[in-house]
Every structure is written in structure tokens, then in C-alpha cells.
């Protein structure tokens, strides 16, 4: 991985949609707000982008860890901006402070994030790896 100057930060902005409000497969949909699981998938995508401009050739990160408070709501149709802040790197670790804002200024979340760097072959093996105990284990459990 490339050094990554202290306190790098990134951003995404997203619209909210009906499809980010709240809704729970067996339970039905609950508040037409912004969700919580929303919120973490938006945090976990702009960390991503503080380490991408960063890695090297054949190198890849992978999400490790994630935190989020979600402290006030977003209706449909605002604009959130998740702010990603490089908090640092520890080895083949980078730690990212999160930020959601709505567009009319309220702080609506924070969260971190962690994610692991290593060859991206070693991640595609694993998953091969993963992929041929799960077929086995389909196999195993249909005869």
C-alpha cells in the first residue's frame, strides 16, 4: 500500500430513496427515514474510497470491522454526505473515522471503519477456498 497522508479524507453523497428507508424482509417497512443499514453500507463505501487511490498493483482491501451511531434522520429525497477521514494505518490495517451529514446541516451519524490490505490473490483464493467447502457441503446435505 502506498502511504497515505494523515488525515486523507473522502466523501460520497447520496439522494435517499424510498428503497434506503427502513424495511425488514419479514417484518414490513417501519419509518420512511434513512436506515441504520444504509448508513453502514454508505460508510463502509467511503472509507473504501480513502484506500483505493492508495493501493498497489495486485493488492486489495477487504472490510474488517465497522461501527455506527446513527444519531438523527434523513427523509427521502435529502442528500446525505458521509465524510471518510483517514484516522491511520497500523501494518496491513487502515482506520477510517466516518461522518454523515444531511443537507441541511444536521450530523445524523458517525461510525469507523477498518479494512485489511493484502495480495488479491490471496483474498480471490480464499473465496475459491470458501466457495468448494460451501458446493461440498450442498452436495453433502442433499444425499
Not at 466457495?131 to 450442498?138: D, E, F, G, S
Given at each position: 500500500?502506498?502511504?497515505?497522508?494523515?488525515?486523507?479524507?473522502?466523501?460520497?453523497?447520496?439522494?435517499?430513496?424510498?428503497?434506503?428507508?427502513?424495511?425488514?424482509?419479514?417484518?414490513?417497512?417501519?419509518?420512511?427515514v434513512?436506515?441504520?443499514?444504509?448508513?453502514?453500507?454508505?460508510?463502509?463505501?467511503?472509507?473504501?474510497?480513502?484506500?483505493?487511490?492508495?493501493?498497489?498493483e495486485?493488492?486489495?482491501?477487504?472490510?474488517?470491522?465497522?461501527?455506527?451511531?446513527?444519531?438523527?434522520?434523513?427523509?427521502?429525497?435529502?442528500?446525505?454526505?458521509?465524510?471518510?477521514?483517514?484516522?491511520?494505518?497500523?501494518?496491513?490495517?487502515?482506520?477510517?473515522?466516518?461522518?454523515?451529514?444531511?443537507?441541511?446541516?444536521?450530523?445524523?451519524?458517525?461510525?469507523?471503519?477498518?479494512?485489511?490490505?493484502?495480495?488479491?490473490?490471496?483474498?480471490?483464493?480464499g473465496?475459491a477456498?470458501l466457495?468448494?467447502?460451501?458446493?461440498?457441503?450442498?452436495e453433502?446435505?442433499?444425499?
Open positions: 500500500m502506498k502511504p497515505i497522508p494523515p488525515g486523507y479524507q473522502a466523501s460520497l453523497v447520496v439522494t435517499v430513496t424510498p428503497d434506503m428507508t427502513v424495511h425488514f424482509g419479514e417484518l414490513g417497512s417501519l419509518h420512511p434513512y436506515a441504520t443499514y444504509q448508513m453502514a453500507r454508505h460508510f463502509e463505501e467511503a472509507g473504501r474510497k480513502v484506500l483505493l487511490p492508495h493501493l498497489e495486485g493488492e486489495e482491501g477487504i472490510g474488517s470491522a465497522l461501527t455506527v451511531q446513527h444519531t438523527a434522520s434523513a427523509l427521502v429525497g435529502m442528500r446525505v454526505t458521509v465524510t471518510a477521514t483517514l484516522d491511520r494505518v497500523d501494518g496491513r490495517r487502515l482506520f477510517v473515522d466516518t461522518v454523515a451529514t444531511n443537507e441541511i446541516g444536521d450530523e445524523i451519524g458517525r461510525g469507523s471503519t477498518v479494512q485489511v490490505v493484502m495480495p488479491r490473490q490471496r483474498l480471490d483464493e473465496f477456498r466457495q468448494a467447502r460451501w458446493q461440498q457441503h450442498q453433502e446435505t442433499r444425499g
